[in-house]
């Protein structure tokens, strides 16, 4: 009996119906049925699929018994009917599989077709702006600028300017020049920590993607270029490798949750190992890792196919047969008191170079928690990282990808306000980090908030990455996210490094370019009523509007926006200060490394 929709289930429902059903011809009734499942796959039972085989055996016979044996195409029929028994008995032999098991051979055209949908449709059929998480027209701007290739546009734009979303830039019939001094941002000076060896940061760098989820060949690629050009290397979370110092780019630390590269052997935190590694004079920068933004609250995920003994190493893992999962928290801190606390003892245990920490924001409270914590204890981080819930990962469950986590935009403003609003602001740096990919993403996210940004994915692009979306199988096809040495071979060390050096200048001059036709003359004079966002077809908004700008110091005079100060002053609850084991540590060690840092500053004057 066909199976009719419950639309049209009583024109049906008579006996005399039935009977003018039964006459119809196939296509009518196809038009009733829930879907157009073709009738030949539909029909295909076992006992066809013997009837089948039993022909194409009798076919087999016969071009053995009429063909001279010496031509090797007489036995292709014995072939082919051998291969069609073999995969219809294996089929029918399993029982995991219902299509398979229930359509013997054909059902298998399903699981090919399914397995080859996104190439055909990447390839095929998806337009220039669609697909995520990059679409054809982004992915194609940064492999033109890594291959230094001419950019521009013919025709005018292909972008529907009225369409919901477009946004644009204010520009100025005063254009400026921006000049080159100001295009890098100082990190450290004149801060509330106790920083002794700031940084001067270029305007986009290499977002943390740890040694392990990329290759030994995309680690050092990356790094040369970051070299070549002068902007910093983020190690992600998997700890300082071999493959990250050997080419001598500067890096920024990242320290997660599993503390690799200054882990005990029980997983907690090596006070003695930190120091050292945090030493080494091409590390600049240290970021404690709070969350990111493609699965904050979870731990990052490092399969056990991935793991080599350069990684153990790394690491500084015993094992290699497990997968390694990093826990959701730290151990280093339980409070936000400690969490500040904990900054402070990294940047003494650096020798005084800037500290920061690298979050997606979750609850506002939580946030507010933090910048009233940093007040309480009198240490504000030289800079903090907002990572958008639109990061890229190389392994996360799908739910924290797809439903935890601020997007980049919102985020930004709220950590922004709420240092304008706390009256830190100009005491921190902020990195923005999440699919920025060209000029004008660099800009409106400076304009949002950011003095700089990171980019991760468009950094793979520049590698050679083409979206394949195999990073947490270990079969990335153009070795940068596997440790299979025959696919890491493929990643030519010299040429991609040259790449991402470009990408990142040409980037960078887009941006800078924009920021001149603005009439401006430092990225600091960016701001968010720079940037306008189409809110409708007839109605446009700037993000100043959008998201209005806190004064200094007005959550701490009660006078922020309603929402914005509930959120300030419901922080005060989670703030129950307890005794600080890890304060009082931190006192005992200062005598220490207070020698150590004046030893430091006094050969920096020298």
């Not at 060896?197 to 690629?221: E, K, R, T, V, W």
Request: one cysteine or more.
């Amino acid at each position: 009996m066909h199976h009719i929709s419950h639309r049209r289930l009583s024109k049906w429902s008579t006996p005399e119906k039935w009977e003018e059903w039964e006459k119809l011809p196939a296509w009518e009734k196809r038009q009733s049925q829930f879907s157009n499942f073709p009738d030949f796959i539909e029909k295909w039972t076992p006992a066809r699929y013997y009837s089948f085989g039993s022909g194409l055996t009798a076919w087999s016979v016969y071009v053995l018994l009429t063909n001279d044996l010496i031509h090797l195409t007489t036995f292709c029929p014995a072939a082919f009917t051998a291969i069609y028994f073999y995969v219809g008995f294996k089929d029918r032999s399993q029982r995991r599989n219902t299509i398979r098991y229930s359509f013997p051979v054909l059902g298998n055209i399903r699981y090919i077709l399914e397995t080859l949908r996104p190439e055909i449709r990447q390839y095929f059929i998806e337009g220039d702006k669609e697909a995520l998480p990059f679409s054809r027209f982004q992915r194609t701007i940064v492999y033109q600028r890594a291959k230094a290739m001419p950019d521009s546009d013919a025709f005018g734009t292909k972008r529907d300017v009225y369409h919901v979303g477009y946004e644009w830039v204010q520009h100025s019939i005063f254009p400026t020049v921006i000049p080159e001094q100001n295009q890098r941002i100082p990190i450290g000076e004149g801060g509330k920590s106790n920083c002794i060896q700031p940084y001067s940061a270029a305007l986009l760098n290499i977002s943390g993607m740890s040694y392990g989820a990329l290759s030994d060949n995309a680690i050092l690629a990356l790094n040369e270029g970051a070299k070549m050009g002068n902007f910093y290397h983020n190690t992600g979370e998997g700890g300082i490798s071999e493959f990250h110092l050997k080419p001598g780019g500067d890096l920024v630390w990242n320290v997660g949750t599993g503390y690799f590269g200054c882990r005990s052997p029980d997983g907690s935190f090596n006070r003695g190992m930190f120091a050292d590694n945090a030493s080494r004079p091409e590390v600049k920068m240290i970021e404690l890792k709070l969350s990111q933004g493609a699965k904050p609250g979870h731990g990052g995920m490092l399969p056990a196919a991935k793991i080599t003994p350069a990684i153990m190493r790394a690491r500084g893992l015993d094992r290699d047969d497990l997968d390694v999962n990093s826990p959701p928290n730290h151990t280093l801190f339980t409070n936000y008191h400690e969490f500040i606390e904990a900054l402070a003892l990294l940047q003494e245990l650096s020798g005084g170079k800037p500290v920061g920490f690298k979050m997606c924001l979750g609850q506002y409270d939580q946030f507010c928690a933090i910048v009233k914590a940093m007040m309480e204890v009198g240490f504000v981080p030289d800079f903090v990282t907002v990572d958008g819930a639109e990061g890229g990962t190389g392994a996360a469950p799908s739910e924290f990808s797809n439903n935890v986590g601020m997007p980049l935009v919102d985020a930004l403003r709220f950590v922004d306000n709420t240092f304008n609003g706390a009256g830190l602001r100009q005491h921190v740096k902020i990195i923005s980090s999440g699919k920025i990919y060209d000029g004008f993403s660099m800009i409106k996210h400076l304009s949002l908030g950011a003095d700089m940004c990171n980019s991760a994915r468009a950094m793979m692009f520049a590698l050679g990455c083409v979206q394949s979306l195999k990073c947490n199988t270990n079969h990335c096809p153009t070795g940068v996210a596997t440790q299979d040495p025959r696919l890491m071979a493929g990643l030519h060390i010299p040429s991609k490094s040259v790449r991402v050096f470009n990408f990142q200048e040409r980037t960078v001059h887009s941006a800078v370019e924009l920021m001149g036709a603005m009439g401006l003359s430092h990225p600091d004079e960016l701001d968010p009523r720079h940037v306008v966002h189409r809110v409708s077809n007839a109605k446009s908004m700037t993000y100043a509007d959008l998201y209005p700008k806190l004064e200094p110091g007005s959550l701490l005079r009660g006078e922020g926006p309603a929402l914005h100060q509930a959120s300030w002053d419901r922080s005060s609850k989670l703030l129950k200060r307890r005794n600080s084991a890890l304060m009082t540590s931190l006192r005992l060690h200062r005598k220490f490394y207070r020698a150590k840092l004046l030893k430091i500053s006094e050969k920096q004057n020298f």
